[in-house]
């Protein structure tokens, strides 16, 4: 068990630059969990997969924002034409089985800045 | 639909006890709580399900009360590690994510 990774760890861009975030998620998990984070705030639910389906997105998420787990292994997060209001921790999350009954284990996170 | 805790902080010394309590508007299927110290991702500590089972971390004790919507996490004998912010995340019948909410920034001084 190697954990939840991610990459990068950090990320600075400028507005209106397109930005990939990856995760990597622990092999046997087929649930995988986007989140943002903002300083004294707790996480935020972005969008998961089961497997390779994209199951919910947030109503707060705008159209830059899109994620893809091709064959149900590692995800993308990809934001596009990034605003400064873009800027915080993402996180990703994976779990094993079909609900949220399951423990989440939460990867270090990328940190965007956009200046 | 995001949880509210309180307190917002709390300090302690070493030994001293806390509770963390989580609170929704709306009728619960379970209680996640996870504890992130500074820099790094949150940490599983438990979860609770409606009807009463609980999964988790042996050192941490915690309650669901279904017909309160509420949840309370028991810091005893706190220890410098305890220190962190803790996060209760809820989930609601039939939707299948965790709402968080702001959480509890708990520090254990010696």
């Known amino acids: 068990d190697t954990g939840v990774s991610q990459d990068p760890r950090h990320k600075i861009t400028k507005r209106g630059q397109n930005v990939t975030f990856r995760c990597d998620p622990i092999?046997?998990?087929?649930?995988l969990y986007w989140y943002r984070q903002t300083l004294g705030q707790g996480p935020e639910f972005l969008t998961y997969?089961?497997?390779?389906?994209?199951?919910?997105k947030s109503r707060l998420l705008s159209d830059r924002f899109s994620a893809e787990r091709p064959k149900g292994s590692f995800s993308t997060l990809e934001i596009q034409r990034t605003e400064q209001g873009d800027s915080a921790m993402y996180l990703c999350?994976?779990?094993?089985?079909?609900?949220?009954?399951?423990?989440?284990?939460f990867g270090p996170g990328t940190r965007l800045t956009v200046t | 639909q995001q949880p509210v805790q309180s307190p917002q902080a709390v300090i302690l010394r070493e030994g001293e006890d806390a509770v963390i309590n989580c609170s929704s508007s709306?009728?619960?299927?379970?209680v996640h709580w996870y504890r992130q110290k500074h820099g790094e991702a949150p940490v599983f500590l438990m979860i609770?399900?409606?009807?009463?089972e609980q999964k988790g971390h042996e050192k941490i004790s915690a309650s669901f009360n279904e017909k309160k919507q509420q949840s309370s996490l028991y810091l005893t004998a706190s220890q410098l590690s305890y220190s962190g912010t803790y996060f209760c995340?809820?989930?609601?019948?039939?939707?299948?994510?965790?709402?968080f909410g702001a959480g509890t920034t708990v520090t254990v001084r010696a």
């Open positions: 999350a994976s779990s094993r089985g079909q609900g949220v009954t399951y423990e989440q284990y």
């Open positions: 092999s046997e998990h087929n649930r």
């Open positions: 997969f089961q497997n390779e389906a994209q199951l919910e």
């Open positions: 709306k009728a619960l299927y379970s």
């Open positions: 609770l399900l409606k009807g009463g």
């Open positions: 995340g809820t989930d609601f019948p039939n939707d299948y994510k965790l709402s």
